[in-house]
């Protein structure tokens, strides 16, 4: 399969600089939005955790809850986000995120306990698991095979940005209006900002040529793939697009069936395996109580 798509890649104009590139730049940037949400609602418990508790009065099991309700959220949305960017596109699905993360912030910062706060930080986590879903399959498809790693990368930058930011925000509020007991507000609403950039932004960006082709609307990806490309290379990306869409409604994958084939089996288990061992490292601890 590789040397397949090396041959097709070859066989491609070269991704010569140009309006195109810089155009791609900026889709890239306002999806990525996604990735420091991401991050950002992850971290930012760290820092506002202590004077919730206080404010909210909770315990050590509500404590406990309310932090990594979000999590459980995360694990649907992530189930829940990829059907849905496939049966409505990963566009639609990131501007829905987008009002998702505005709903689910908003929510907690005007949460009266923290039983409103748990259902909204679960809110949020559909948001999370949705966008790490949606926003890498959305980049890779508008992405040349030239860049598409380094683009998609920039969503993992964004992610960790997000994190960083949250802690460098929380230090910057806390030392300001820390004698407020709402303090813990503030650090939270701070994420409706990217939420209304990511919305903002993906108004104006394109759908992803692949799921167009992949809903017989040609016309449209190709004028999208004149947008990110140069015009002969877009033409010529067209059949590539085209192939790559038809062999995936051909093998049906991302089903269970998918298991028995062995490559696919071996991808599964590593990444499961990376996942479950990276727990060893104890980060998530550090990320969520370092404060504490």
Same mark, same amino acid.
């Given at each position: 399969?590789?040397?397949?798509?090396?041959?097709?890649?070859?066989?491609?104009?070269?991704?010569?600089?140009?309006?195109?590139?810089? @155009?791609?730049?900026?889709? !890239?940037?306002?999806? #990525? =939005?996604?990735?420091?949400?991401?991050?950002?609602?992850?971290?930012?418990?760290?820092?506002?955790?202590?004077?919730?508790?206080?404010?909210?009065?909770?315990?050590?099991?509500?404590?406990?809850?309310?932090?990594?309700?979000?999590?459980?959220?995360?694990?649907?949305? !992530?189930?829940?986000?990829? @059907?849905?960017?496939?049966?409505?596109?990963?566009?639609?699905?990131?501007?829905?995120?987008?009002?998702?993360?505005?709903?689910?912030?908003?929510?907690?910062?005007?949460?009266?306990?923290? +039983?409103?706060?748990?259902?909204?930080?679960?809110?949020?986590?559909? *948001?999370?698991?949705?966008?790490? *879903? #949606?926003?890498?399959?959305?980049? &890779?498809?508008?992405?040349?095979?030239? @860049?598409?790693? &380094?683009?998609?990368?920039?969503?993992?930058?964004?992610?960790?940005?997000? /994190?960083?930011?949250? =802690?460098?925000?929380?230090?910057?509020?806390?030392?300001?209006?820390?004698?407020?007991?709402?303090?813990?507000?503030?650090?939270?609403?701070? %994420?409706?900002?990217? %939420?209304? !950039?990511?919305?903002?932004?993906?108004?104006?960006?394109? +759908?992803?040529?692949?799921?167009?082709? &992949? /809903?017989?609307?040609?016309?449209?990806?190709? %004028?999208?793939?004149?947008?990110?490309?140069?015009?002969?290379?877009?033409?010529?990306?067209?059949?590539?697009?085209? !192939?790559?869409?038809?062999?995936?409604?051909?093998?049906?994958?991302?089903?269970?069936?998918?298991?028995?084939?062995?490559?696919?089996?071996?991808?599964?288990?590593?990444?499961?395996?990376?996942?479950?061992? /990276? /727990? =060893?490292?104890?980060?998530?601890?550090?990320?969520?109580?370092? #404060?504490?």
């Amino acid at each position: 399969m590789s040397s397949q798509v090396s041959t097709t890649g070859s066989s491609l104009p070269p991704d010569a600089p140009g309006p195109h590139s810089r @155009r791609l730049g900026v889709i !890239a940037v306002v999806a #990525t =939005f996604g990735g420091l949400l991401f991050g950002y609602d992850t971290g930012v418990i760290n820092g506002a955790l202590e004077p919730l508790k206080e404010d909210l009065s909770l315990t050590s099991f509500t404590e406990g809850f309310v932090v990594s309700i979000l999590i459980f959220g995360a694990a649907i949305g !992530a189930l829940v986000g990829g @059907r849905l960017s496939d049966k409505y596109g990963r566009r639609h699905n990131i501007l829905m995120l987008a009002g998702i993360f505005v709903l689910g912030t908003l929510g907690c910062v005007l949460a009266p306990s923290w +039983e409103v706060l748990a259902v909204f930080r679960f809110i949020l986590g559909l *948001a999370v698991g949705g966008a790490s *879903a #949606t926003v890498p399959v959305y980049l &890779s498809e508008v992405s040349p095979f030239e @860049r598409r790693g &380094s683009l998609v990368t920039r969503n993992e930058v964004m992610i960790v940005s997000g /994190q960083f930011a949250a =802690f460098v925000i929380n230090a910057l509020i806390f030392n300001i209006w820390g004698e407020h007991d709402s303090v813990w507000r503030y650090m939270l609403l701070v %994420a409706v900002l990217p %939420a209304f !950039a990511l919305f903002f932004g993906m108004l104006r960006m394109p +759908e992803s040529p692949r799921w167009l082709v &992949s /809903q017989g609307r040609d016309e449209d990806a190709l %004028a999208v793939l004149k947008q990110v490309r140069s015009p002969e290379r877009a033409e010529a990306e067209m059949a590539e697009v085209h !192939a790559l869409a038809e062999e995936e409604k051909l093998s049906q994958t991302g089903g269970a069936a998918d298991l028995s084939v062995r490559w696919i089996r071996r991808l599964i288990f590593i990444g499961v395996g990376l996942g479950v061992f /990276q /727990q =060893f490292t104890g980060i998530n601890s550090v990320m969520y109580y370092g #404060t504490q």
